[in-house]
């Protein structure tokens, strides 16, 4: 429950970095697969920004010749990060709304409309009371915070909000979930939070690479992640490659 719970609130918190991360330039930095996909990222990088400077140096002399046109330099979008959102917050809802419909009870019924009368012994002024109490419930039972919609605000960071509250057996309108429910929102949560912590380059990742070290054949494992530059390392000899090269071991 606590890996699960960690992941839910890893992509509640972290959703407004990737609306930020969506329109900022792209950075180099994060964590390849392999030297040769960072340093092919790198080129990529380089490429891009070229065109992007091309494309803006454009732009400005257009309004140059038009001074009407005013406003702020478009901001490039980052469609990795736009593609990763789009995938996050599609299983987190479907998620949200599988278990919803199994685990969580349907409104609370009001009773039938009557035509208003005047109450005049106790047991019918009780009995009045008991009926509004009982449509107030109701009202209070439709609208209750804690209920699962299929209209409205349906959002990453809320669906992952409300699966933790089932997780954690939290009150609300739903019974409490069975362990089969459990280990599904566990495997959504896993590979929803992995989507967000890649996507923003913060978690250390770890790889082997297929190709053995040069040296002594052993395998080179390419540690980086967490904005830091990929560094691969020999295993068996020690050596280690940078991007800049290798470096003495």
Not at 15 to 42: I, K, N, S
Not at 136 to 154: C, F, I, M, S
């Amino acid at each position: 429950m606590t890996t699960t719970a960690t992941h839910l609130r890893t992509c509640a918190m972290h959703w407004t970095d990737l609306h930020e991360a969506a329109g900022q330039p792209a950075t180099v930095g994060a964590f390849g697969l392999g030297l040769r996909g960072y340093l092919a990222r790198l080129d990529a990088a380089d490429a891009e920004q070229l065109e992007y400077e091309a494309h803006q140096a454009a732009h400005l002399r257009s309004l140059e010749r038009d001074p009407i046109q005013i406003g702020e330099r478009p901001v490039p979008v980052r469609l990795h990060i736009l593609d990763t959102m789009r995938a996050v917050e599609a299983a987190l809802i479907a998620c949200a709304d599988d278990i919803a419909h199994a685990a969580q009870r349907a409104p609370m019924t009001p009773p039938r409309a009557q035509r208003a009368a005047v109450a005049r012994t106790r047991a019918e002024r009780l009995a009045w009371e008991d009926r509004a109490r009982q449509i107030e419930q109701a009202k209070a039972d439709l609208v209750d915070p804690r209920r699962w919609r299929y209209t409205g605000r349906r959002t990453a960071p809320h669906a992952a909000l409300w699966l933790l509250a089932r997780v954690e057996r939290k009150p609300g309108p739903c019974r409490r979930i069975t362990e089969d429910e459990e280990r599904r929102i566990g495997v959504v949560a896993a590979g929803a939070a992995e989507r967000v912590e890649r996507a923003l380059d913060i978690a250390a990742q770890q790889r082997t690479l297929s190709t053995p070290c040069p040296d002594c054949d052993g395998a080179v494992d390419v540690h980086g992640g967490e904005g830091r530059v990929p560094v691969a390392h020999c295993t068996g000899c020690g050596r280690i490659w940078t991007e800049a090269g290798a470096v003495a071991a």
